[in-house]
C-alpha cells in the first residue's frame, strides 16, 4: 500500500471512519499473518496473534501520533504478542525471545540452499533479513519494529550478510 493512502486511511480511521479501518485490516492483515507465522511456527498461534493485535489496534489507534508509523506500530506489536503466546504455550521449556522459531517451509526464498543457511543465522539476524529483504522495510521501521536504534539493525544486517558469506563457502 502507497503510504501516502495508508496514513490517510489512518487518519480516516482515527476520526472513527469504520470503512478506513477495515480497508487498513485488508491491506494489512495477510502480511501481519504471515510474518507472525515465521515468528512462531504455528498456524493458530500466528491468527490469534494477528487477531489479538487488530482488536488492541482499534481501541489505541487515536494513542498513534505519527499515521507513519502505522506498518511499523502493527507488526511491533504482531512481533510482541507472538512472543507471549509462544512463552505461554511453552512454560515448561521457559521458551526465551530469542528461540523464536521461523520455519523454513513458509519463507518463500528462491534458492533452497539459501534458505537453510538463513535458518542457522541467530533470531536476531534472520528478523532483520526477513524484514529488510522479504517485507522490504526500511532501516528505520525495521528499528522500530524490533525496537533496537538504527546502527543496530545496520549492524545485524551486516553481520547476517557475512555470516552468508561464510555459510556459502563452506
Given at each position: 500500500?502507497?503510504?501516502?493512502?495508508e496514513e490517510?486511511?489512518?487518519?480516516?480511521?482515527?476520526a472513527?471512519?469504520?470503512?478506513?479501518?477495515?480497508e487498513?485490516?485488508?491491506?494489512?492483515?495477510?502480511?501481519?499473518?504471515?510474518?507472525?507465522?515465521?515468528?512462531c511456527?504455528?498456524?493458530?498461534?500466528?491468527?490469534d496473534?494477528?487477531?489479538?493485535?487488530?482488536?488492541d489496534?482499534?481501541?489505541k489507534?487515536?494513542?498513534?501520533?505519527?499515521?507513519k508509523?502505522?506498518?511499523?506500530?502493527?507488526?511491533?506489536?504482531?512481533?510482541?504478542?507472538c512472543?507471549?503466546?509462544?512463552?505461554?504455550?511453552?512454560?515448561t521449556?521457559?521458551?526465551s525471545?530469542?528461540?523464536?522459531?521461523?520455519?523454513?517451509?513458509q519463507?518463500?526464498?528462491?534458492?533452497?540452499?539459501?534458505?537453510?543457511?538463513?535458518?542457522?543465522?541467530?533470531?536476531?539476524?534472520?528478523?532483520?533479513?526477513?524484514?529488510?529483504?522479504?517485507?522490504?522495510?526500511?532501516?528505520?521501521?525495521?528499528?522500530?519494529?524490533?525496537e533496537v536504534?538504527?546502527g543496530?539493525?545496520?549492524?545485524?544486517?551486516n553481520?547476517?550478510?557475512?555470516?552468508?558469506?561464510v555459510?556459502?563457502?563452506?
Open positions: 500500500m502507497k503510504t501516502s493512502r490517510l486511511l489512518v487518519i480516516s480511521a482515527q472513527g471512519n469504520e470503512e478506513a479501518l477495515t487498513l485490516y485488508r491491506q494489512f492483515y495477510q502480511p501481519l499473518l504471515k510474518f507472525a507465522y515465521k515468528l511456527g504455528h498456524h493458530d498461534w500466528a491468527q496473534a494477528v487477531q489479538d493485535v487488530w482488536l489496534a482499534a481501541k489507534l487515536l494513542k498513534l501520533n505519527d499515521p508509523a502505522f506498518r511499523s506500530w502493527m507488526y511491533r506489536a504482531v512481533r510482541w504478542r512472543i507471549d503466546i509462544a512463552r505461554k504455550a511453552n512454560k521449556e521457559q521458551m525471545e530469542s528461540e523464536v522459531v521461523v520455519p523454513t517451509e519463507l518463500q526464498v528462491v534458492d533452497s540452499g539459501l534458505l537453510r543457511l538463513i535458518q542457522e543465522l541467530p533470531e536476531v539476524e534472520r528478523q532483520a533479513i526477513y524484514l529488510f529483504y522479504l517485507e522490504e522495510f526500511s532501516l528505520v521501521e525495521i528499528s522500530i519494529v524490533l536504534p538504527q543496530t539493525v545496520k549492524s545485524r544486517l553481520r547476517a550478510r557475512k555470516n552468508l558469506k555459510l556459502l563457502t563452506n
